[in-house]
Nanobody, 121 residues
Framework: VQLQASGGGLVQPGGSLRLSCTAS????????IGWFRQAPGKEREWVSW???????YYAPSVKGRFTISRDNAKNKVYLQVDNLKPEDTAVYYC????????????????WGQGTLVTVSS
């Protein structure tokens, strides 16, 4: 089982990026996938998750600016991040959910290595 996050980079405030989470070693169709982020000196926090049926949920801080989607045929989950703010700067991780509260890191048993998003002018 592997997850690989990619698509991060340096972007100015107000800019956009599309993050990708590529899954391998398991059938993506069968799993809820979550995106989390960890800013320097802070704990990893939940950003969004998408169910197997395509239902989506967002943290209040990103709702209306971020969009999660999935393409099971390509084994990918995406996080479109728009109208970025300096406080969005963090390493973004995708995780495979297995049990428990969807917004808890403890509920995810596999993680990608993370992709760094830096928002700065």
């Amino acid at each position: 089982v592997q997850l690989q996050a990619s698509g991060g980079g340096l972007v100015q405030p107000g800019g956009s990026l599309r993050l990708s989470c590529t899954a391998s070693g398991f059938d993506l169709d069968d799993y809820t996938i979550g995106w989390f982020r960890q800013a320097p000196g802070k704990e990893r926090e939940w950003v969004s998750w998408i169910s197997t049926g395509g239902n989506t949920y967002y943290a209040p801080s990103v709702k209306g600016r971020f969009t999660i989607s999935r393409d099971n045929a390509k084994n990918k989950v995406y996080l479109q991040v728009d109208n970025l703010k300096p406080e969005d700067t963090a390493v973004y991780y995708c995780g495979r959910y297995y049990s428990g509260r969807y917004i808890s890191t403890q509920s995810y048993n596999y993680w990608g290595q993370g992709t760094l998003v830096t928002v700065s002018s």
